[in-house]
Nanobody
Framework: QVQLVESGGGLVQAGGSLGLSCAAS????????MGWFRQAPGKQREVVAV???????NYADSVKGRFTISRDNAKNTVYLQMNSLKPEDTADYYC?????????????WGQGTQVTVSS
């Protein structure tokens, strides 16, 4: 089983920046995709950004040009740099990993980290 540990997040004013990181550890696995999702109060969880094992990023339209997802394969870590933050970016952010191990394909979720953007 693979565990995800998130760090970063916090409170920032609109227009500011924050960075999130998510480190995967556990059994031997092959990373397929890793990404960030968010859930605002009263709303459904939505995808923010995903990066494939080949390094290709995809972003939600709402964050394109402001957020950047990157990964460090050696550290099994994915990062999300968030710039020009807006109050509507306020949410709990969750890291997600889709991976393959000897038994099959699975996904794992982080515990979530709160991002609050004040106006």
């Amino acid at each position: 089983q693979v565990q995800l540990v998130e760090s970063g997040g916090g409170l920032v004013q609109a227009g500011g920046s924050l960075g999130l990181s998510c480190a995967a550890s556990g059994s031997t696995f092959r990373f397929l995709t890793m990404g960030w999702f968010r859930q605002a109060p009263g709303k459904q969880r939505e995808v923010v950004a995903v990066i494939s094992s080949g390094g290709s990023p995809n972003y939600a339209d709402s964050v394109k040009g402001r957020f950047t997802i990157s990964r460090d394969n050696a550290k099994n870590t994915v990062y999300l740099q968030m710039n020009s933050l807006k109050p509507e970016d306020t949410a709990d952010y969750y890291c997600n990993l889709v991976y393959r191990d000897s038994r099959g394909v699975y996904d794992s979720w982080g515990q979530g980290t709160q991002v609050t953007v004040s106006s």
